[in-house]
């Protein structure tokens, strides 16, 4: 029998798409929630489906951003409960950015999503978990059959392997305080 134990926290990452006036505003709304940015993606065109073209127009812009806290886990329901409050304060027929909450670990990126599907799995209060992304040893982080287009993409894919190394010192210290080595 294995005994339930606390998993380590994780990176909180968001990913933007957004029009472009709309990024400063939603990073700084982001902050006063989350804490600092500490790690962000190059910004790239959202051009790999026209899916939000006919709420948010076309232009659309992708970036990922990383959080210098560690999150519990199990917080990514509130998160994502909190980042759909934040896109409504934008909302103006219809969104102009579109905030995907997530966390890495050292093995997976894990996103939140209102939407259900065979590969989701229920949280609570709505929201679903998927794994978007696995980590490979030699590899680095790789998608899955269902990972969206843009989260296979060289510059997401460079972006998430930094959040993990960055995690990845993150953890050091926070196993150092726990062990009051610090």
């Not at 509130?78 to 890495?104: F, H, Q, S």
């Not at 590899?139 to 995690?167: C, H, I, K, M, S």
């Amino acid at each position: 029998m294995g005994i339930p134990k606390k998993p380590d926290p994780a990176k909180l990452i968001i990913g933007l798409i957004f029009q472009p006036e709309y990024l400063d505003p939603a990073v700084k709304e982001l902050q006063k929630h989350f804490g600092p940015v500490s790690l962000e993606s190059e910004i790239i065109p959202f051009d790999t489906t026209s899916y939000y073209e006919p709420e948010m127009g076309k232009g659309l812009k992708r970036r990922w951003i990383a959080f210098k806290n560690l999150i519990e886990q199990d917080k990514i329901v509130e998160i994502k409960l909190k980042t759909n409050e934040i896109e409504r304060l934008w909302m103006d027929g219809g969104r102009k950015v579109n905030i995907d909450p997530g966390y890495v670990t050292e093995s997976k990126l894990v996103l939140a999503t209102t939407k259900n599907y065979s590969h989701r799995i229920y949280l609570r209060d709505g929201i679903y978990a998927e794994v978007t992304l696995i980590y490979r040893k030699k590899e680095g982080f790789v998608p899955l059959q269902w990972t969206y287009p843009d989260y296979t993409t060289e510059v997401a894919l460079n972006f998430f392997n930094r959040v993990r190394e960055e995690l990845k010192r993150d953890l050091r210290e926070y196993r150092a305080r726990s062990l009051g080595l610090d």
